[in-house]
């Protein structure tokens, strides 16, 4: 089965409202990342965590380990975020991706 | 910055026939992975390497060799390519651990007629 769950598989967000994605897993992950592909198909890290929370301006993520699970906050949506993101989780030297998110931000 | 390179970036190849994907790191690192990626399946791992030499099957090896004939380059080969391997592949380099994170490549897309 998938090793990385990850919820929901698309959104629709209105401008300047707040949202989150979520990812299971069923590997013991030690880190998390989360990644914005881009119309161009290019992959941008958004963040690296290991258990614990960060912030980057409009996006908070989180990463529980005890429970396997990380979530993206993203406050005030703007036209600029819509692209499909995505959850990895590493165990060892290997990442593990989910299915992604499509978000679609609309004015 | 990390730098990852493949090559081609595009390719149309006829069923049955050999295809080679390249793809090249100038940053050092020991680990180098190969992923495609397919509508509702985000990236799914085929091969990764440790260093030169290496080679370990990933979640869906099936179909597909890899090479790492030195620290800088690992290849992904189709020996008998066949239309469902028609995909976007990316070449990913990183030492994970720490606060390291993994550098991608603009990826391949590889269609299989």
């Known amino acids: 089965g998938d090793k990385v769950k990850q919820s929901p598989s ?4 209105q401008e300047g409202t707040n949202s989150a994605l979520r990812c299971n897993f069923s590997i013991a992950a030690t880190t998390v990342q989360w990644f914005l592909q881009n119309p161009r198909g290019s992959l941008i890290n958004l963040f690296y ?3 614990g929370t960060k912030e980057n301006g409009r ?3 989180a990463f529980d380990s005890k429970e396997s699970y990380s979530t993206l906050h993203i406050r005030d949506a703007q036209l600029e ?6 959850c990895a989780g590493s165990n060892y030297n290997v990442l593990y991706f989910g299915s992604g998110t499509k978000l679609t931000v609309e004015p | 910055e990390a730098a990852v390179t493949q090559s081609p970036r595009n390719k149309v190849a006829v069923t049955g026939g050999k295809v ?3 793809c090249n790191q100038t940053n050092n690192h020991n680990n180098m992975y190969w992923y495609r990626q397919d509508t509702g399946h985000g990236l799914r791992l085929i091969h990764y390497s440790y260093g030169a030499g290496s080679t370990e099957k990933g979640d869906i090896p099936d179909g ?3 090479s790492r004939p030195s620290q800088e380059n690992f290849s992904l080969i189709l020996e008998l390519a066949t239309p469902s391997q ?11 651990g720490g606060q390291n ?9 590889l269609s299989v007629l």
Not at chain 1, 10 to 13: E, G
Not at chain 1, 81 to 86: H, K, R, V
Not at chain 2, 101 to 109: E, K, N, P, S, V
């Open chain 1, 10 to 13: 698309a959104l629709s967000l």
């Open chain 1, 49 to 51: 965590l290991v258990p």
């Open chain 1, 59 to 61: 996006l908070k993520s």
């Open chain 1, 81 to 86: 975020d819509s692209g499909t993101y995505f």
């Open chain 2, 20 to 22: 080679t994907l390249s």
């Open chain 2, 64 to 66: 597909y060799k890899a």
């Open chain 2, 86 to 96: 028609t995909s976007v592949y990316f070449c990913a380099s990183g030492e994970l």
């Open chain 2, 101 to 109: 994170t993994l550098y991608f490549g603009a990826g391949t897309r």
